[in-house]
């Protein structure tokens, strides 16, 4: 499967932004997806998650509250809503995709086989 993320852009403190991570090649409906990012100079880290089901979704503590994960299987796609940015969620955003069926440690970039190439998200002061 390949991944497209899409949506990145330059927004105010206090803003939204959607992005999305769009599946070809095959159907995302059997693969958990995640986002991760990536901030100038720092490690790629977890943000969010869903299950392939959409039964559960993960949040890393600094975008709980704020941040929402949604899949829709039918646009073969998974979206990360972001309300009430900050300047310190500037970064390059990566959709990532389990193998089919999998449901590993979604917090772990190891458990992801199919990567995006990453939107970037800038949110100024």
């Known amino acids: 499967v390949q991944l497209q993320a899409s949506g990145g852009g330059v927004v105010q403190a206090g803003g939204s932004l959607r992005l999305s991570c769009a599946a070809s090649g095959r159907t995302l409906s059997t693969q958990a997806v995640g986002w991760f990012r990536q901030a100038p100079e720092k490690q790629r880290v977890f943000v969010a998650a869903i299950s392939w089901s959409a039964s559960r979704q993960y949040y890393a503590d600094s975008v709980k509250g704020r941040f929402t994960i949604s899949r829709d299987n039918a646009k073969n796609t998974v979206y990360l809503q972001m309300n009430i940015l900050k300047p310190e969620d500037t970064a390059i955003y990566y959709c990532?995709?389990?193998?089919?069926?999998?449901?590993?440690?979604?917090?772990?970039?190891?458990?992801?086989?199919?990567w995006g190439q990453g939107t970037l998200v800038t949110v100024s002061s």
């Open positions: 990532a995709a389990m193998r089919r069926f999998a449901s590993g440690d979604y917090f772990v970039r190891g458990e992801y086989d199919y």
